[in-house]
C-alpha cells in the first residue's frame, strides 16, 4: 500500500492527497495546548461547553472540529488506563 503524503494549508493544519484517509492530526502547538490543558489543568473530562471553547481556541493553530477534542481527551485516557493496567500486570 503506498503512503500518500500529507500537504501543509496555510493555517497550520494539514490536508490528505486523493483517495487517502480524512484523518485529523493536531498541529504542534494543538498538541502542546491539548496536553497542558490535560496534564496540568487537570481537563479530563471537559463538558461540551469547554470542548467548544478549546476548539475555537485550537482553530487559530489549524483545522479542528469539536469531535476531534472530544475524542483526543478519550483516546488519551484510554492509553493511560491501558498503560497503567500493563503496570500493574508487571
Known amino acids: 500500500m503506498e503512503l500518500q ?3 501543509p494549508t496555510e493555517e497550520g493544519g494539514s490536508i490528505q492527497a486523493a483517495g487517502s484517509s480524512n484523518r485529523w ?4 502547538p494543538q498538541l502542546r ?7 496540568d489543568k487537570g481537563f479530563k473530562y471537559p463538558t461540551p461547553e469547554q470542548i467548544q471553547e478549546i476548539c475555537l481556541h485550537l482553530k487559530q493553530y489549524g483545522q479542528i472540529e469539536d469531535k476531534n477534542v472530544f ?5 488519551l485516557k484510554a492509553r493511560e488506563r491501558q498503560k497503567l493496567k500493563e503496570f500493574r500486570n508487571v
Open 5 to 7: 503524503a500529507q500537504q
Open 33 to 39: 495546548i491539548l496536553k497542558g490543558l490535560y496534564y
Open 71 to 75: 475524542f483526543w481527551f478519550q483516546n
Open 25 to 28: 492530526a493536531p498541529t504542534p
